[in-house]
């Protein structure tokens, strides 16, 4: 790719990103870039449409708890189509980019056709389980004012899990779900030490609130 399409691109998203919470910030672009452009060389994917559709996969978002906010992905993808048209990305690397923006979203439900849309969804995924994953859970639990965990059974070991009220619940709902739905090798692979470290702070986690208890 041309260094100054990358480079105008990238200040967009940074400057997209300057007001986003912690957990969906420039950073976490910056590591679903690089777990993308990773899995995409791994597995035979474009790793140009791969890792701008990363960049760009957070220039829109409704704010959490949005009656819409299962419709981010399709409105950032058309926030993305506008900036590539601006930069004058080819089509041959602006409509692919699209698609695998509005597919990606873990809310939205949808399975990418493309192998590039299937390895960002991938990448954005990875980014949400493991030491980061449990980072940004509690990072957004903050941010929707939801308390850490159930008192009375924080593991939900007697009830069903939700996430709308309690933040381990996410856990439980989401997260421990994600690495057997991840479409490539590479990336399933990459989940192993993730969902390891998940089940290994869930275990202190519960000793820690039942010495308290």
């Not at 924080?154 to 619940?169: H, I, N, Q, S, Y």
Request: charged fraction near 25%.
């Amino acid at each position: 790719m041309d260094a100054s399409l990358w480079e105008g691109l990238r200040a967009e998203a940074e400057l997209r990103a300057a007001a986003a919470d912690p957990a969906h910030d420039f950073s976490h672009v910056l590591r679903v870039v690089a777990s993308a452009r990773a899995i995409a060389l791994a597995e035979g994917a474009d790793v140009d449409i791969v890792t701008t559709a990363a960049l760009l996969h957070e220039l829109f978002n409704h704010p959490k708890g949005h009656p819409e906010s299962h419709l981010s992905g399709d409105v950032c993808a058309e926030h993305a189509r506008a900036l590539l048209a601006r930069e004058e990305a080819t089509p041959a690397l602006a409509d692919p980019v699209v698609d695998a923006i509005r597919t990606h979203a873990f809310s939205r439900g949808l399975t990418p056709t493309a192998l590039e849309g299937k390895v960002l969804q991938d990448a954005d995924r990875l980014d949400a389980i493991g030491a980061i994953g449990i980072a940004r859970c509690y990072a957004t639990c903050a941010t929707m004012k939801r308390p850490f965990y159930a008192p009375q059974d924080p593991m939900c070991r007697t009830r069903p899990p939700d996430d709308k009220l309690w933040g381990t619940d996410h856990f439980f709902t989401k997260l421990l779900r994600i690495p057997p739905q991840l479409h490539t090798p590479t990336a399933r692979a990459m989940a192993e030490t993730r969902a390891a470290a998940m089940r290994a702070f869930l275990e202190q986690l519960e000793r820690e609130i039942d010495a308290a208890s």
